[in-house]
Nanobody, 126 residues
């Protein structure tokens, strides 16, 4: 059974940093592209960043470019999202998700992803 478990969220002041992790189990992690989404209070779920199977291709939405970095360690079946220069508008529940294919780091629709974690809350205070 595929499982994705996020961690690393918390409360941070604006300008601060956090590192989110997503540990995968129950499948061959290195065979699949992955992504991070977020859902802010009162808003729809939003694609944040994606990464292909070997980390050779990444994609970010404009609002996080230069501040967030997505990466993965296939030896540890873990994906990461480094969040720097955080802003109050980054406050959200962050979810990791797995695609059913190896590529397509820019796939941004929730329907492009087959499995989801339960999320980790990031709160940025002003």
């Amino acid at each position: 059974q595929v499982q994705l478990v996020e961690s690393g969220g918390g409360l941070v002041q604006a300008g601060g940093s956090l590192r989110l992790s997503c540990v995968a189990s129950g499948h061959s992690f290195s065979n699949y592209a992955m992504g991070w989404f977020r859902r802010a209070p009162g808003k729809e779920r939003e694609f944040v960043a994606g990464i292909n199977w070997n980390g050779g291709s990444t994609y970010y939405i404009d609002s996080v470019k230069g501040r967030f970095t997505i990466s993965r360690d296939n030896t540890k079946s873990t994906m990461y999202l480094q969040l720097n220069s955080l802003k109050p508008e980054d406050t959200a529940i962050y979810y990791c998700a797995r695609r059913p294919v190896a590529n397509g780091s820019s796939a941004s629709a929730p329907s492009d992803y087959a499995y989801w974690g339960k999320g980790t809350l990031v709160t940025v205070s002003s």
